[in-house]
């Protein structure tokens, strides 16, 4: 094995690139879209002229190009700021647009993933969404209800999804449903719906604990009609599609818990220094410097984990397992690093202005989506005892 930490060039511009659009972009604002749960459209739409809605979709279907280590790095710049606008990068990215560009037809690409890879479609925003969960289908997600129908040339769709982010702002859903109930996880196939489809309903939009100008909502299918050609793979390859598409979203996710953390961390570096208290600033008190000891550890085992996971990926290696524990890792020590950075900033890290309680807020869902803490637990804990 060869080893290598160093950063390309093009890898180093692409941090660059996001930092400065995390700081000059997202900062604005980024407190009242929060309390507004207002969905952070115009960032959205600056990302893909970035290139990163698609940023590692091939240039043949008008993505960047990129590796995902690159991916990595950018998820963890910008949601350092704002966790609400690299959620929505992230589905984009490793749910939708992967998925399609490895197991769509060419017509599917040609019409869907080169606009969805670049944000855009006649100059509006163009995005997509993954819709698994159900009501009674999170991580149980093989018990899925939503049912497509066979109808020759088409399928009728018709069931409830739930908590899909992107769920409003999205033009393009992917949509796992049962097409032969009698045969489970093996009766599960994926469809593209088109959100303005007659008898496609959005429902009410989630007001969330954190990442609240994502645009969370229930998706309603009543007697849809989806074309056959709109079908991804053979009947029965959508749990497989589902599985195979998460595994890379758990990378995205990774990265975005690693960048909450090292956003919080970095604001505590900053704050322990210029905060007195007994006569010194607070981070020459070994209490605060232990905090920001182990922080700043745990935060490189888990950069280490996702840079892992994301090399297996782009080596054509199997990187289930080690997504699954770049996201089990990176979004505990999110959680654990925003509690922390709230500590540290005492009084100052309750009220909003300091940011801390926004990340501490946004931790929180990086150990429930796209798999839980306990998945990502029953995945790896599998995988060691099969
Ligand atoms: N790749 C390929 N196939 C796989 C697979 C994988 N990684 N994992 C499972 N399968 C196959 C299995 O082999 C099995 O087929 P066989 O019977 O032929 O062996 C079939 O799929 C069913 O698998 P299991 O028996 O393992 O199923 P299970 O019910 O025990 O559940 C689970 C497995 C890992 C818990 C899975 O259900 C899971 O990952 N749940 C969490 C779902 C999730 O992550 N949801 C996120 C929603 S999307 C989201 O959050 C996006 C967002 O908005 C940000």
Same mark, same amino acid.
């Given at each position: 094995m060869s080893m290598n930490f160093q950063l390309s060039e093009e890898q180093k511009m692409i941090v660059q690139a996001a930092r400065d659009f995390a700081r000059n972009q997202c900062m604005p604002g980024v407190i009242e879209r929060d309390e507004a749960q207002r969905f952070p459209r115009e960032q959205i739409s600056q990302l893909a002229d970035l290139g990163f809605m698609g940023l590692m979709v091939s240039p043949e279907y008008g993505g960047a190009g990129m590796d995902t280590i690159s991916y990595v790095l950018a998820m963890e710049e910008i949601s350092k700021v704002d966790a609400s606008v690299s959620v929505c990068m992230s589905v984009n990215n490793s749910l939708v647009c992967w998925g399609l560009e490895e197991y769509g037809t060419d017509e599917q690409k040609a019409r869907y993933l080169t606009p969805l890879a670049q944000g855009k479609k006649d100059g509006e925003l163009y995005i997509g969404a993954f819709l698994l969960s159900e009501p009674e289908a999170g991580?149980?997600?093989? *018990?899925?209800?939503t049912i497509a129908e066979d109808k020759g040339d088409h399928y009728i769709l018709n069931g409830t999804k739930n908590?899909?982010?992107?769920?409003?702002?999205? *033009?393009?859903y992917l949509v796992m449903a049962q097409t032969d109930p009698a045969k489970g996880p093996k009766g599960i196939s994926t469809f593209i719906v088109e959100k303005n489809w007659p008898g496609v309903t959005v429902g009410a939009k989630e007001n969330k604990m954190g990442i609240r100008a994502s645009d969370t909502h229930s998706i309603l299918f009543n007697d849809v009609r989806v074309p056959k050609e709109n079908r991804i793979g053979v009947e029965g390859f959508g749990f497989t599609f589902a599985m195979k598409t998460l595994a890379g979203g758990r990378i995205g996710i990774a990265a975005q818990a690693l960048g909450i953390a090292s956003g919080a961390y970095e604001l505590s570096v900053r704050y322990a220094k210029e905060r007195k208290a007994f006569g010194t600033a607070i981070a020459h008190h070994q209490a605060i410097q232990f905090k920001l000891a182990d922080m700043a550890t745990r935060i490189e085992a888990a950069r280490l984990l996702c840079f892992k996971a994301a090399w297996e990926k782009d080596n054509g290696q199997d990187y289930t397992l080690s997504s699954s524990m770049a996201k089990l890792y990176a979004s505990e020590v999110a959680m654990w690093a925003a509690t922390e950075a709230v500590q540290i900033h005492g009084g100052y890290g309750?009220?909003?202005?300091?940011?801390v309680e926004r990340l501490m807020r946004d931790a929180k869902i990086t150990q429930i989506y796209e798999g839980t803490s306990e998945v990502q637990r029953i995945v790896i804990g599998r995988h060691i005892t099969k």
């Open positions: 991580s149980d997600a093989t *018990s899925q209800r908590w899909i982010t992107n769920g409003n702002s999205a *033009s393009v309750y009220v909003k202005e300091y940011h």
